[in-house]
């Protein structure tokens, strides 16, 4: 009996920190990504869809897709999608990192730090970068503790107009989500901008 009652309770908490985990980069990330009013974008590492929506009310006229690999998240992300009435906005439980997105399909391909899980960084960026339509723009913070600008510049060579800049953050909160006590402490991330070559 306590399996069974501890379940939906896990569930929601893995999906608050992840609401939490990143939340303070959403500005920087979205100016990074310069969304228009018609774009077609790919959220990779979607979640519980926070980014995907952020993106829907940008391209309002647009499509948003957001893929991650966590079908308990994704039922989350569909539910209050759904919520809030946001129609332009999907989602898709798939590996960013090989799933055969549909080439030059997308405007802007964003993520909110799940490509720095990627097995073969150079062959998942490769992907995206197939998917982008030329002239397309690729956004995404990761934290800097992890990631090594010139690594960053290596891993994105098939891009252009790369750029790699410290951005500080409020990031997760500390312990549990469920703690009333809990504080979001100061971080750094990485917001990383790049194009595919026209």
């Given at each position: 009996m306590h399996k069974t009652a501890e379940v939906p309770r896990t569930t929601a908490v893995r999906q608050e920190r992840h609401d939490a985990l990143g939340s303070g980069a959403h500005d920087a990330l979205f100016a990074g990504a310069g969304v228009k009013?018609?774009?077609?974008?790919?959220?990779?590492?979607?979640?519980?869809?926070?980014?995907t929506r952020i993106a829907a009310r940008l391209a309002a006229r647009?499509?948003?897709?957001?893929?991650?690999?966590?079908?308990?998240?994704l039922r989350s992300a569909r539910k209050r999608t759904d919520e809030e009435k946001i129609r332009n906005a999907a989602y898709m439980q798939a590996d960013a990192e090989v799933h055969p997105f549909p080439r030059a399909g997308y405007d802007v391909v964003v993520s909110r730090g799940a490509v720095m899980f990627f097995t073969d960084p150079v062959a998942g960026f490769g992907n995206l970068w197939r998917t982008l339509l030329p002239g397309g723009r690729l956004?995404?913070?990761?934290?800097?503790?992890?990631?090594?600008?010139?690594?960053?510049?290596e891993i994105l060579r098939s891009y252009e107009n790369i750029t790699v800049r410290p951005v500080p953050v409020a990031t997760a909160w500390r312990g549990d989500t469920t703690d009333t006590g809990g504080g979001r402490p100061r971080g750094d991330v990485w917001l990383v901008t790049a194009k595919r070559p026209r």
């Open positions: 009013l018609a774009d077609r974008v790919l959220d990779v590492g979607c979640g519980t869809g926070a980014t647009g499509h948003v897709v957001g893929v991650d690999t966590d079908a308990p998240l956004a995404f913070v990761c934290p800097r503790s992890l990631s090594d600008p010139d690594r960053i510049r």
